[in-house]
């Protein structure tokens, strides 16, 4: 019998649908015939792409094939070894910038501080990058928009939690709160539900969803689970190897080898993805992080 894996249709029409009235002349990214290598390892070769504002891209591929590393380059902490990548039609600066916020797997909060003051210290280093400290009239309105942002992601409850107080989905959203505070265009999401439970990672998804609606982001999320990616994305990305050695493994790199819409997607090509990009047990750690 010939299946098919759907997305939900009313999902994914909302999501084209809002797009669709966010499309410009230039796109928010562009990607021409980008290259990575360290050293004489090869990572990421020959990829072109370009991405609308508004878009959800989810990435998808086999440990060490360069997923987090486009991300990292996104965010401006790694850069091209060939090739060229725009951001409004100009070449990504060289370091994270507010219009970029990201999400890691490994929460990145101060243990010593409760949840309402690592949210206010993400505002706080947006403002004064030094220091983090503010005063006056802007720590009365960044710990007032820090309260209304902790409202949207769930921990209204929880402003004066220190992190160890909180479990793993709440530090969770807590990353989150702490990028979306200094009101970034792009989200980057390195695999950030990957160590959560079945149940929690579906409230997650339906955060994730809700926000990237409500704040009109543009996101990118790496994920290892392909029907989590298909489900959050508008498009889906398979990074893959498309040349290989025997000999010398790190010869060639990967490429964006489809770049589907969701909705619906044929059983066999949807098997076929799914078994080229389960992690290897065995897997070196040196690929392990480049991907």
């Known amino acids: 019998m010939n299946r098919s894996i759907h997305a939900d249709s009313d999902i994914a029409d909302g999501r084209q649908k809002s797009i669709g009235s966010k499309k410009t002349a230039t796109p928010i990214i562009q990607a021409a015939n980008i290259g990575k290598s360290y050293g004489h390892d090869i ?8 991405v609308q504002e508004g878009e959800f891209i989810t990435l998808v591929g086999a440990s060490g094939c360069g997923k987090s590393t486009f991300l990292k380059m996104i965010l401006g902490i790694e850069s091209a070894t060939r090739g060229e990548l725009l951001l409004d039609g100009k070449p990504i600066p060289n370091e994270p910038g507010s219009d970029r916020g990201i999400v890691f797997q490994q929460y990145s909060v101060f243990p010593h ?3 309402l003051e690592n949210v206010i210290a993400a505002k706080g280093f947006q403002k004064s990058s030094i220091t983090g400290y503010l005063f006056g009239k802007q720590k009365k309105a960044a710990r007032q928009e820090a309260t209304d942002m902790l409202e949207q992601v769930g921990l209204g409850h929880a402003l004066n939690r220190y992190p160890h107080e909180l479990s793993g989905g709440m530090r969770q959203r807590l990353a989150i709160a702490q990028a979306l505070i200094c ?4 989200l980057l999401l390195d695999e950030p539900f990957g160590a959560l439970d079945p149940g929690i990672r579906a409230d997650m ?3 994730v969803l809700s926000l990237w609606r409500q704040h009109e982001l543009t996101i990118f999320m790496v994920t290892h689970d392909l029907k989590e990616g298909f489900y959050l994305g508008t498009r889906l990305w398979v990074f893959d190897k498309l040349r290989h050695d025997p000999h010398a493994p790190n010869a060639y790199g990967a490429s964006i080898t489809y770049d589907l819409p969701v909705g619906h997607m044929p059983a066999p090509l949807y098997d076929e993805i799914d078994q080229r990009i389960r992690p290897l047990p065995n897997a070196d ?3 392990k992080d480049h991907s």
Not at 43 to 50: D, F, G, Q
């Open 205 to 207: 998804h339906a955060l």
């Open 113 to 115: 501080m409760t949840v």
């Open 285 to 287: 750690q040196n690929a």
């Open 183 to 186: 009101k970034p265009r792009i």
């Open 43 to 50: 990572i990421l070769e020959r990829v072109n792409v370009t």
